[in-house]
């Protein structure tokens, strides 16, 4: 069973940063993709960033682009989710989630993905 552990939320000011981090468990092989997904009370989940886990293919939302980056730490089975120029709006609790191997659905899916953390709270003040 594949246990992710979110790390890094806190309180920022607008313009600042945070480093998300998403430590996997209990894996047997290579996830095909991990991703970041956030959300907001009574708003659905929302995707953030993916990477395809072996070769380092990353997607962004639009509303992230330019200002997020996601890399991961293969050695290490982990995933981080750098976050810079951060907005009131990007306040959230936020996800990390893992799929084992390619569902065949798209990558900002919440469906495509088994394996979920518990998910870390992101408060950023104007």
């Known amino acids: 069973q594949v246990q992710l552990v979110e790390s890094g939320g806190g309180l920022v000011q607008a313009g600042g940063s945070l480093r998300l981090s998403c430590a996997a468990s209990g894996r047997t092989f290579s996830s095909y993709r991990m991703a970041w997904f956030r959300q907001v009370p009574g708003k659905d989940r929302e995707f953030v960033a993916s990477i395809r886990w072996n070769v380092g293919i990353t997607y962004y939302a639009d509303s992230v682009k330019g200002r997020f980056t996601i890399s991961r730490d293969n050695a290490e089975n982990t995933v981080y989710l750098q976050m810079n120029s951060l907005k009131p709006e990007d306040t959230a609790v936020y996800y990390c989630?893992?799929?084992?191997?390619?569902?065949?659905?798209?990558?900002?899916?919440?469906?495509?993905?088994?394996?979920w953390g518990q998910g870390t709270q992101v408060t950023v003040s104007s």
């Open positions: 989630a893992d799929e084992a191997a390619y569902s065949g659905r798209a990558y900002s899916l919440p469906v495509a993905y088994n394996y």
